[in-house]
């Protein structure tokens, strides 16, 4: 009998595609999950990681990621910054009426801090919006 010719080079075996379709399940499996489906947590978001998220938003709008428009103004400005720290929160409480020049809405700033823990507690958000209203 003739020896069996090697196999060509490009040639892949089916016992090999096995190992690599189960490691490429297994990165897969390790990815991070998107913000919506992640798991809520067992901890509220704190005033300090509330701040630290303003602060790198600050400095992606400074960086321009965001656009002129998000530094034609300081208003502008914090406008892109409450939005790129929680765009649900942004939507919920600033959506349909954002800050205006000098305006400075401390109920509505409460209301979004307090939509960013109910968020980070992965809790429902409903009676968020009008939750500080003191009229």
Known sequence: MRPRPPPHPFHRSPRRQIPAACCLLLLLALLPLPPAAAKSSTRAITDNEIREKKNACYADIENGLWGFACRSSATEKENCVLRCASPECYNL???????????????????YKYCMVKLSLGESLDGVKGSFNYS
Request: hydrophobic content about 20%.
């Open 93 to 111: 409480i600033y959506g349909g009426d954002p800050l205006e020049e000098g305006e400075l809405d401390y109920i509505r700033g409460q209301e």
